[in-house]
Structure formats: structure tokens, C-alpha cells
């Protein structure tokens, strides 16, 4: 089996993909996707969102459970945020709502 013919259209592929490809600028082409690449690092938004403020989310919730008006939706609140200074208002409300 002779393989000088295909090392030599293996050759002439590389050499013509690699040093006249249009976006190779005589490096090889892996240096330019890795060059695009930290760019692109730069560039891109973050993919996971910055963690929100959980005092708003607290009284967001605190929020709810006031529209919501019921005993439940007010102890579920309590429960889960028992040493926020918005569950002593929770706690009021809920002593309004069960006279």
C-alpha cells in the first residue's frame, strides 16, 4: 500500500486550509479560535444571575402573605422567617386577623 499520495493530499489540505485560510493571519488556526475565544470571555454576559438581595425577597414574600390575608399564609412566614423583624409584624397580623 503505498502512502505517499495520500500524505501528500493530507499535506496540501493542511497547507491550504492553515496558512492562506482568510482567518488564520499566518498563525495557525487553532491560535485564532483561541484568541476569539478570550474575547469572547470578555465580552459575554455572565450566564447565571446575580444572587438577589435577601432582605427583598423577604419582604416580598412578607408582602404576600399580607394580601393573602389568611392565618396560614402568615404562620408559613413566621415559620420560615421567625428572626426577621418583619415577622413580628406578621405576628401582629396575625393576631388581628384571629380576633
Same mark, same amino acid.
Given at each position: *500500500? =503505498? $502512502?505517499?499520495? @495520500?500524505?501528500?493530499?493530507?499535506? +496540501?489540505?493542511? *497547507?491550504? $486550509?492553515?496558512?492562506?485560510?482568510? @482567518? &488564520?493571519?499566518?498563525?495557525?488556526? *487553532? ?9 469572547? =470571555?470578555?465580552? /459575554? ?5 446575580? !444572587? ?13 402573605? /399580607?394580601? =393573602?390575608?389568611?392565618?396560614? !399564609? @402568615?404562620? $408559613?412566614?413566621?415559620?420560615?422567617? &421567625? ?5 413580628? =409584624?406578621?405576628?401582629?397580623? @396575625? /393576631?388581628?386577623? +384571629?380576633?
Amino acid at each position: *500500500m =503505498k $502512502l505517499r499520495p @495520500l500524505a501528500a493530499g493530507i499535506f +496540501s489540505t493542511i *497547507m491550504a $486550509l492553515g496558512a492562506d485560510h482568510p @482567518l &488564520s493571519d499566518g498563525q495557525p488556526v *487553532m491560535a485564532n479560535k483561541a484568541a476569539a475565544d478570550e474575547i469572547g =470571555k470578555q465580552v /459575554r454576559d455572565p450566564t447565571v444571575p446575580p !444572587a438577589r438581595d435577601p432582605a427583598i425577597a423577604v419582604a416580598e414574600e412578607y408582602e404576600l402573605a /399580607r394580601r =393573602k390575608g389568611t392565618a396560614e !399564609a @402568615l404562620e $408559613l412566614f413566621i415559620a420560615r422567617h &421567625s428572626d426577621d423583624p418583619l415577622a413580628e =409584624k406578621a405576628r401582629a397580623e @396575625l /393576631r388581628r386577623l +384571629s380576633r
